[in-house]
């Protein structure tokens, strides 16, 4: 089961990205057990969570994006997706899915970096 992240890319402040992730190899079931979530890892830091969502579409989110970004799934697809609006530069990092438990092996992320 591997995570295959994409949509990433470099806005100035104030723009928008959405970066999607595609959970290859997993079946639907599998998929639709799980909450979902969005970490970032930023150069020299921690990687951090950003958002959840559970396969009801309950969501959870990290304080320094509330109001700003947007979690969502497509379970028959078994894909997430993370509307980024308002981007500020600290939101600059590599953007990684997984389980909330973290248990998938890591994809390869993508790249938000945000200038200004």
């Known amino acids: 089961v591997q995570p295959v992240e994409s949509g990433g890319g470099l806005v100035q402040a104030g723009g928008s990205l959405r970066v999607s992730c595609k959970v290859n190899g997993a079946i639907t079931s599998f998929f639709n057990s799980k909450v979902m979530a969005w970490y970032r890892q930023a150069p020299g830091k921690q990687r951090e969570l950003v958002a959840s969502i559970t396969r009801l579409s309950s969501t959870n989110y990290a304080d320094s994006v509330k109001g700003r970004f947007t979690i969502s799934r497509d379970n028959a697809n078994k894909k997430i997706h993370l509307q980024m609006n308002s981007l500020k530069p600290e939101d600059t990092g590599v953007y990684y899915c997984?389980?909330?438990?973290?248990?998938?092996?890591w994809g390869q992320g993508t790249q938000v970096t945000v200038t200004g």
């Open positions: 997984n389980a909330d438990t973290r248990e998938l092996a």
